[in-house]
């Protein structure tokens, strides 16, 4: 029985370390026999069980060294997920805060005359070109502006708004 055992762990040496799983993979289960035989004194486990510990010990180290490289991998992307989250949020954040600067700038301008929008698509009414109802402190938004030309700066009625974080709807 010995023997067998010493076949099989001779068979399966060369297997990848992530293939010998000391409680199910055959090399596992030769181990565990060779090493009870050995403890029970029997001559051929004794002889060829230092040799294998050998080899049971480099699977295990390069299983952990596996183990640790697979952590380390998911600790930096979840790093980078985390950075990526945060910097989608401080955009966001500056996005509100540009908002909230456009709607002080355009307390002061008079009421605009325009047409009610009837686009039935989800879209922002910030960036509308026409009147919402429910959007009562924005004006609608400038339609030269969004072409990058108006010519009326911070005097113009309509509104200014910019997206800096991407979200937004437009």
Known sequence: SAELCA??????RDRPASECDPKYSAFG???ATLRALAAAGVLEALRALPEFARVDEDKAAERELTRVQAQA???VQEEEHQAK?????RRREDCKALRN????RCRSGRPVRTGDCTNSRMHSADFCTYRHSEL???PPHCLHF???NCRNGD???FNHLRCVCGSCDR
Request: aromatic share 6%; proline share 0%.
């Open 155 to 157: 005097g113009c009625w």
């Open 73 to 75: 991998k998911q600790r």
């Open 101 to 104: 600067l456009e709607v002080v």
């Open 7 to 12: 076949m099989s762990l001779s068979l399966e």
């Open 29 to 31: 289960r030769a181990m």
């Open 85 to 89: 989250f945060d910097e989608q949020r």
């Open 136 to 138: 009562q402190e924005l």
């Open 146 to 148: 969004s072409k990058g």
